[in-house]
């Protein structure tokens, strides 16, 4: 036991009216929802990087956090760090958690060295895991914060990235299959470009794309059974990202014969930085059988970048899992805190409140989402909507071509009335769940 979380004990579900400072009001995991329990449709998971390796810095400032395992550059402090993110997995109760290389091994300055602290801390927290309850949604690789990578990883001009990169992935699919990782992630930081000037769009494209392709031939390979995910992102942190959103990913992953291979991970705030809503992504992903997991935070309306707060705001939260829902659940996906505090939140317990917080406000929602999917009125507002296209003659017009469409049109005199689209008696439906 470390003395990180001292005087803190472990969070209980106590219901709405509770007075605590830190427990679950509304996170139950074992009561039903839906025929399952709510621990297994949520599948929450911590992210090891915006909980314990991100010092709280800004691009005005820098550490505000001062752990115990800063700097985190020395094996014994990487322990240290692993020690504490299981006890506060075990406080939490979560299931899960995700991790890049870079957040748990110490930096070695060279690729055998990373190899090397990566297998020994991966065995470290094997061990661990053979204790705890807790378990690894999914492992990745950070190919966006050494300089190595300001180019991009698999699409970068120079060869000698690409094979870093694969060298790398292997190293982390590796690890993640090690320590019984449900999923694999790859997030595309620099696979994009600054400008045009020097960027060949084309052979970049490609390349990423052969690059996926291996990684699903080493999964196969090596008997990993979990499941391949992308990440899409617009516009951060290269100005043009190559996985801008869901739609864009899954055109790429169908132009390189990917499309059975690899589902998506789609992060709430990324929805919001394409322009999209966060359901749009989920309705996106799950009408193409893709939707794989999910980056649960939320970002500042305000301020345009990924500010990756943890959510608050359960009506977006349940249309989100609404769409889940209908789509069958998460799979072998869950809901990651990609979600980090507020650099002024600087005690040990704001970690455990914000988590604990974001788990709530998921909870609501899933709720909330079930009991629309009970009630049944928007799938019946649907129904109706869509009524027409059941007839024997709508089915048939869809065999048709446009020169029978213009005589049917003539000779039937077809004059289309239109009918309200019910928005606002809609939002008004869904306002009585939320
Ligand atoms: C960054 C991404 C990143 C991925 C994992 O914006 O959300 O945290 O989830 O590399
Ligand atoms: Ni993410
Ligand atoms: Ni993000």
Request: glycine share 10%; net charge negative.
């Amino acid at each position: 036991m470390t003395e990180f979380f001292d005087g803190i004990a472990a969070l209980a579900y106590e219901g709405p009216e509770s007075n605590s400072e830190l427990c679950y009001r509304h996170y139950n995991p074992d009561e039903v929802v839906l025929g399952k329990r709510m621990e297994d449709h949520l599948r929450f998971a911590v992210a090891w990087w915006h909980s314990f390796a991100w010092e709280g810095g800004d691009p005005f400032g820098g550490q505000t956090f001062e752990r115990p395992w800063h700097p985190q550059d020395d094996m014994g402090r990487a322990k240290m760090k692993a020690d504490v993110a299981f006890e506060m997995f075990e406080k939490l109760g979560v299931p899960f958690y995700c991790w890049h290389d870079a957040d748990i091994r110490p930096e070695q300055g060279n690729y055998a060295g990373n190899l090397r602290t990566l297998e020994e801390i991966t065995d470290y927290m094997a061990e661990k895991q053979e204790s705890a309850k807790v378990r690894c949604l999914w492992g990745t690789a950070n190919m966006f914060s050494h300089r190595r990578w300001m180019a991009g990883a698999s699409t970068n001009p120079d060869p000698e990235v690409f094979a870093y990169a694969a060298a790398t992935v292997k190293g982390c699919l590796d690890a993640t299959m090690k320590l019984g990782g449900e999923n694999y992630v790859l997030w595309g930081g620099r696979e994009g470009y600054e400008t045009l000037l020097n960027t060949d769009m084309g052979m970049e494209l490609d390349h990423m794309g052969r690059f996926l392709s291996m990684v699903v031939d080493y999964k196969h390979k090596i008997g990993f059974k979990g499941t391949i995910l992308v990440e899409p992102k617009p516009q951060e942190p290269s100005k043009h990202q190559y996985d801008y959103d869901a739609a864009t990913c899954i055109g790429f992953l169908r132009k390189y014969g990917l499309e059975n291979e690899v589902k998506l991970n789609l992060e709430q705030g990324h929805a919001i930085l394409a322009g999209h809503s966060f359901e749009h992504e989920i309705a996106v992903a799950a009408a193409e059988g893709m939707l794989g997991s999910i980056d649960m935070n939320r970002n500042d309306y305000q301020s345009g970048w990924d500010t990756d707060q943890f959510p608050n705001n359960v009506p977006e939260v349940a249309l989100a899992y609404y769409h889940i829902l209908k789509a069958g659940g998460l799979g072998t996906g869950g809901t990651n805190f990609d979600a980090k505090l507020r650099r002024q939140s600087i005690d040990p317990i704001d970690l455990l409140a914000g988590h604990a917080g974001g788990m709530d406000v998921c909870a609501r929602g899933l709720k909330a989402a079930a009991t629309m999917i009970e009630d049944g009125g928007l799938e019946q507002a649907l129904t109706e909507r869509y009524a027409g296209w059941k007839t024997p003659q709508a089915q048939e017009m869809l065999g048709s071509d446009l020169a029978s469409l213009q005589k049917r049109v003539l000779d039937e005199g077809i004059e289309p009335e239109p009918r309200s689209g019910r928005q606002e008696r809609l939002e008004n439906y869904v306002n009585r769940f939320v």
